[in-house]
């Protein structure tokens, strides 16, 4: 069973940084993808970051393109979101994710079978 932790969430000004992380058990990390996604409260969950199973490639939402760089360390089964230049209009439950199927590279939450529980950010004006 797949299982993903996340953590580095909590409160800062704005103009502040954040680094979560995404810890995952359970399968071969390297072989898979990885999301960033979040929700604020009355808003449906939407996509932030991906990343594909080398590192070699990421994409951004517009909302965070040049703020946010997702990474990922295989070797320690590890993901990250760095979140620089953080606005209130960030705050929100970062969640990670997971698809099941290899080969997936998708900004759609649909895509993806396996979530964590969820790291808020909460970020002050």
């Known amino acids: 069973q797949v299982q993903l932790v996340e953590s580095g969430g909590g409160l800062v000004q704005a103009g502040g940084s954040l680094r979560l992380s995404c810890a995952a058990s359970?399968?071969?990390?390297?072989?898979?993808?990885m999301g960033w996604f979040r929700q604020a409260p009355g808003k449906e969950r939407e996509f932030v970051a991906r990343?594909?199973?080398?590192?070699?490639?990421?994409d951004y939402a517009d909302s965070v393109k040049g703020r946010f760089t997702i990474s990922r360390d295989n070797a320690k089964n590890t993901v990250y979101l760095q979140m620089n230049g953080l606005k209130p209009e960030d705050t929100a439950v970062y969640y990670c994710?997971?698809?099941?199927?290899?080969?997936?590279?998708?900004?759609?939450?649909?895509?993806?079978?396996?979530w964590g529980q969820g790291t808020q950010v909460t970020v002050s004006s």
């Open positions: 990343i594909n199973w080398s590192g070699g490639r990421t």
């Open positions: 994710a997971a698809p099941s199927v290899g080969g997936t590279y998708s900004s759609l939450a649909s895509r993806y079978e396996y």
């Open positions: 359970g399968r071969t990390f390297s072989s898979y993808t």
